[in-house]
C-alpha cells in the first residue's frame, strides 16, 4: 500500500477536491493518507502557504493545481517503482521502509530537542553567563565554598586576569592596569599591591589571575570583561530570534568577518604584540593595554553579530528535522488508524 502525504489546511476546497480525487482511486491504486495540516508548524506553513495542495508519494512531490490525471500518473509511478524495488529486495529501500514504521526514543527525543532548540540554548547560554555573575556574589554573602568552584569551572575558559575583569560590590567596576592609562581610577597596582603586570612574562600575572577581589575592591566576575560582553550579546540575539518568531536571514560571511572577527582581532592583536619585548615592534606599535570600553564593545560586535551568522543557520537544521518529524509522525498514525 502507498503512502500519501497530503499537506493541507482547514476550509481549503482544492485540498478537499483533492481527497476526493484520491478516495475516487483507492481500488486501483490502495494507498493511506497521512494528512498534515501546513499551520501546525510555522516552517512547515511558509514553504507550502501558496502551494497547497501537496501530495508527496515516495520520491514524487506534486504541488498545486493537480489534475485528476496528474495524480493517477503520479500514484502509478510511485506504484510501479514500489512493486520493482520490491521485486529487487532493495537493502536499502526496506532499510529506509522499516524505519519509517517506528518512532524510537531517538527519534522522539530529537524531535523534542528540534522543537525546543532555541529555548534550550538560550538557558544555556543564560547559565553560563550567569554563574560568573553568581560567583561574587556567593563571596560577598560569606558563601566561598561554591563562588570558588564556579571561579576553577572556568578558569580553563577564561584567562580571568583581574585587571581585565569586573568587580562587583567595590568601589569601582574596573581596575585597569597602570599601563592603561585610564584617569580617574585607581590601577589594579594601587588597589591589590601586584606590581610588574605590563610585562606579559611576569610571574605576578598568575598572581592577578588569582585574585578574586576583597571586601575593600570588591569580588570578580568569574569571567573577563570581554566574555561578559560577547556572551551576554549572544543571549540577548537569542532572545530576539525568538521573539521575532526565528525569521531573520543568516548574515553573510563576509559581514561577519568584518563585524564580529575583524573589531576583536585588531583590538586583541594589537595588544598582544604590542606586549612583546620586541624592540623592533615597538617602532610601529607602541605599547597598549586595552581598555574596558574597548573590551565591551569588540565582545558586543563579535557575540551579537556572530550568533546572527549561527542561530538562522541553525533554524534551518532544525526546520529539516523537524518536517522530516512531522511527516513520519503523520504517516505512522494513519498507518494504525
Avoid at 475516487?24 to 516552517?43: T, V
Avoid at 598568575?206 to 560582553?229: H, L, M, Q, T
Avoid at 564580529?260 to 623592533?280: H, K, V
Wanted: hydrophobic share 45%; aromatic share 14%.
Amino acid at each position: 500500500m502507498l503512502n500519501v502525504t497530503l499537506f493541507a489546511k482547514k476550509d481549503c476546497q482544492l485540498c478537499d477536491e483533492l481527497k476526493a480525487d484520491l478516495e475516487s482511486m483507492q481500488e486501483k491504486f490502495p494507498h493511506r493518507i497521512a494528512e498534515i495540516d501546513i499551520e501546525s508548524d510555522a516552517a512547515i506553513y511558509e514553504k507550502y502557504k501558496d502551494a497547497i495542495p501537496v501530495i508527496e508519494v515516495g520520491p514524487y512531490v506534486v504541488k498545486a493545481p493537480i489534475s485528476k490525471a496528474k495524480l493517477q500518473m503520479t500514484l502509478g509511478a510511485a506504484q510501479d517503482r514500489k512493486t520493482q524495488l520490491e521485486t529487487l529486495d532493495d537493502p536499502v529501500y526496506n532499510y529506509k521502509l522499516k524505519k519509517s514504521q517506528k518512532l524510537t526514543r531517538g527519534d522522539r527525543v530529537s524531535f523534542w530537542i528540534a522543537k525546543r532548540y532555541l529555548l534550550l540554548v538560550n538557558l544555556f547560554v543564560f547559565l553560563y553567563v550567569g554563574l560568573p555573575f553568581l560567583a561574587p556574589a556567593l563571596m560577598k554573602a560569606g558563601a566561598t565554598l561554591p563562588a570558588k568552584i564556579i571561579y576553577r569551572m572556568y578558569s580553563p575558559l577564561c584567562h580571568q586576569f583581574g585587571f581585565r575583569s569586573f568587580f562587583l560590590f567595590g568601589p569601582q567596576a574596573f581596575y585597569p592596569t597602570a599601563g592603561a592609562h585610564i584617569a580617574g581610577y585607581e590601577t589594579f597596582e594601587q588597589a591589590t599591591g601586584i606590581l610588574n603586570l605590563d610585562d606579559p612574562y611576569s610571574q605576578t600575572r598568575f598572581d592577578a589571575r588569582r585574585f578574586i577581589g576583597n571586601e575593600e575592591v570588591g569580588y570578580k566576575i568569574a569571567i573577563c570583561e570581554r566574555d561578559v560582553a560577547i556572551y551576554l550579546s549572544i543571549l540577548a540575539f537569542g532572545l530576539l530570534y525568538a521573539a521575532t518568531g526565528r525569521r531573520l536571514k543568516p548574515l553573510h560571511w563576509m559581514l561577519w568577518l568584518a563585524l564580529a572577527i575583524a573589531p576583536m582581532a585588531l583590538d586583541g592583536f594589537s595588544q598582544l604584540f604590542s606586549q612583546f619585548n620586541w624592540d623592533w615592534l615597538r617602532i610601529y606599535l607602541p605599547y597598549r593595554e586595552s581598555p574596558p570600553v574597548f573590551r565591551v564593545v569588540t565582545g558586543i560586535l563579535f557575540g551579537f553579530f556572530t550568533a546572527w551568522f549561527a542561530y538562522p543557520n541553525m533554524e534551518e537544521s532544525m526546520k529539516e528535522t523537524r518536517q522530516y518529524y512531522i511527516k513520519k509522525l503523520a504517516v505512522i498514525e494513519a498507518s494504525e488508524e
